[in-house]
């Protein structure tokens, strides 16, 4: 075991709780950080390298990964209030130790509604009889770890390194940049008893929120409670969140109102919301003070697997998908699928073809846990309805789920700002940026006559069996997912995507596809406007001996109630109340 679980263990195993019981706070600070084991514990934060895979290993070895978030912000601890830090502390230890923390938290509550709350820790260090030695430290640390002293975010990282002529008129520089996110599957996460968002909010007093629309319409009160319970001040921003809404005009009324707001550059704003919130307000989030940190609250499978934890912020330009964009991962990416209870099955068929993608490339398991689930993961709105908690529907749907965002962020996470091509999780998404508006599809809809055509292509290069071939387009039609739509028969549209695609990724077509079986990948580069004719009329061949001949099942926008992304422009003002009756929570 390394240092910083030894240094933990060994802090709940020789720390004397009475400290904790004092009835006077800042005698209790003071004898809490006048201790070894705090100091030990101390330096062992600040010096463990929050961003390195042997940190992560390490926790997970320890069976205690649900502190390792709590402990990657603690290594900028002395910045921190006493609130935040004795919070802080009390999810580190509960990592290790249920029991332990709930002595913890306790204290950590009694900090919060205290005059002493918003001190500094380093204050009351310095202010302690060990003051000198971190009057030392922090001097040190401000020339060799500012990031430990001053940090501007506790989420973030750079380094540099820089080399030059003689006479500087030539300068090399190599710049880096680390940040860390956590992922959770988590039930009711607007259940006063659940403490996550809490925790996240208490020490700053106030949570700035961004709600869909009709998200606000079933939920929003349930919001309102939550916060209310736990006396943190709300500031909600509600927001439209139609797909003829994704346009820049969104993201410039949410910047207005972080300005409004005052959001600080430490401070996590809350998206609560399907797809396309989460991709305009967290395109406002990495515009505004250039990288203001947010937590995704996801009440969609789309937004739950996919748009949720991804870092690729976005909207819509000029008439083209996700044009305006910037990398920017959320701190805190929540999937609750007690969310899902509320769509309606044209909204959970689009969600689940980003789930199919990254199984049929990425994972052979996943895969076989989709055919198994079959057409139950809709009806009982993934084991959200007329199914109990350890129903074998709702267990699987919970598997489901947790191994979907696993593998998106597996292959995500490792090409942050997509420097390179090989991407699995972009399976589906070569031709169909190109003709989803035209065709008015819903997105998950064109990913998956994606999918489907790639596949063919795969299986017609003789990368995928005639079997698995069959096996991917069976599971897709199962779901009501479209294999097919006439705005493949489009030449100029088809082959103006592949264009477009290839300037996107760099001169390359980089078409990701199922390769050699189920769950692995592979990329073609080349196809001739010829071949992918010829493909694509051999393909409509096989699609219509498919149910419903390949169509979908309300695959298009007007279908579930949404506007025609194809006949409306994004000149819509983004604060209208003017929705479909039956629709539910958005994408």
């Not at 895979?53 to 601890?77: S, Y």
């Not at 493909?535 to 001949?549: F, L, S, V």
Request: glycine share 8%.
């Amino acid at each position: 075991m390394t240092k910083t679980t030894s240094a933990v263990k060994a802090f709940i195993a020789t720390y004397n709780n009475e400290p904790l019981t004092k009835e006077d706070l800042n005698e209790a600070v003071e004898a809490i950080i006048g201790t070894t084991p705090f100091r030990h514990l101390l330096l062992s934060l600040i010096d463990s390298d929050a961003f390195s895979p042997d940190l992560g290993e390490e926790f997970a070895e320890a069976e205690a990964i649900e502190g390792l978030a709590a402990c990657r912000q603690l290594r900028t601890c002395l910045n921190h209030s006493l609130s935040h830090f004795f919070g802080l502390l009390a999810q580190l230890i509960a990592g290790f130790d249920e029991n332990a923390a709930s002595e913890w938290y306790r204290f950590s509550n009694r900090i919060h509604h205290s005059e002493i709350a918003k001190t500094k820790l380093l204050d009351c260090l310095l202010q302690s009889e060990d003051g000198k030695f971190y009057q030392e430290l922090s001097s040190r640390l401000v020339e060799t770890d500012p990031h430990a002293v001053y940090p501007t975010s506790s989420y973030r990282q750079s380094r540099g390194y820089v080399v030059s002529t003689e006479d500087d008129q030539t300068v090399e520089a190599v710049m880096s940049a680390s940040t860390f996110t956590s992922i959770k599957v988590l039930e009711n996460c607007l259940d006063p008893q659940e403490t996550v968002l809490r925790d996240l909010y208490i020490s700053l007093g106030r949570c700035v929120c961004l709600v869909d629309q009709n998200v606000e319409q079933y939920y929003g009160e349930q919001i309102n409670n939550y916060f209310e319970y736990h006396e943190i001040q709300l500031d909600k921003l509600v927001y439209r969140a139609m797909e003829v809404d994704k346009g820049i005009h969104t993201v410039e009324r949410m910047l207005g109102d972080f300005k409004r707001l005052g959001v600080s550059r430490n401070e996590p704003v809350l998206i609560v919301g399907g797809g396309v919130l989460t991709d305009t307000g967290g395109l406002a989030c990495a515009l505004y003070h250039r990288n203001t940190p947010y937590v995704m609250l996801s009440t969609s499978i789309v937004a739950g697997i996919d748009a949720g934890p991804s870092p690729r912020t976005c909207c819509d330009g000029f008439g083209y998908k996700n044009l305006f964009g910037a990398y920017h991962a959320p701190i805190l990416s929540l999937t609750d699928r007690s969310f899902f209870k509320t769509l309606r099955e044209g909204w959970l068929r689009h969600g689940i073809a980003e789930i199919l993608k990254m199984a049929a490339v990425k994972d052979a398991e996943l895969f076989s846990d989709l055919e198994e689930a079959g057409e139950d993961l809709i009806t009982t709105r993934f084991g959200t309805l007329n199914s109990e908690q350890n129903d074998k529907i709702s267990v699987l749907s919970q598997k489901i789920l947790g191994a979907a965002m696993r593998s998106y962020v597996e292959a995500e996470y490792d090409n942050l700002y997509e420097t390179h091509q090989c991407r699995p999780h972009a399976y589906g998404h070569t031709w169909s940026p190109g003709f989803e508006i035209e065709a008015g599809l819903l997105h998950g809809h064109a990913v998956a006559v994606g999918m489907g055509f790639s596949a063919y292509l795969s299986y017609r290069n003789n990368w995928l069996s005639h079997e698995d071939f069959h096996r991917i387009l069976k599971l897709i039609s199962s779901f009501g997912l479209s294999l097919w739509h006439d705005v493949l028969l489009n030449e100029e549209t088809v082959w103006a995507a592949q264009e477009k695609m290839v300037q996107k990724r760099g001169g390359n077509l980089a078409a990701p596809m199922p390769k050699g079986e189920i769950g692995k990948c592979g990329y073609l580069n080349q196809l001739s406007r010829e071949e992918l004719g010829s493909a694509i009329a051999q393909y409509q061949a096989i699609c219509a001996e498919y149910p419903r001949k390949g169509l979908g099942i309300e695959a298009h926008c007007h279908e579930v109630g949404l506007e025609n992304p194809s006949t409306v422009g994004h000149h819509l003002p983004v604060n209208t109340s003017e929705e479909p009756e039956e629709l539910l929570s958005t994408v």
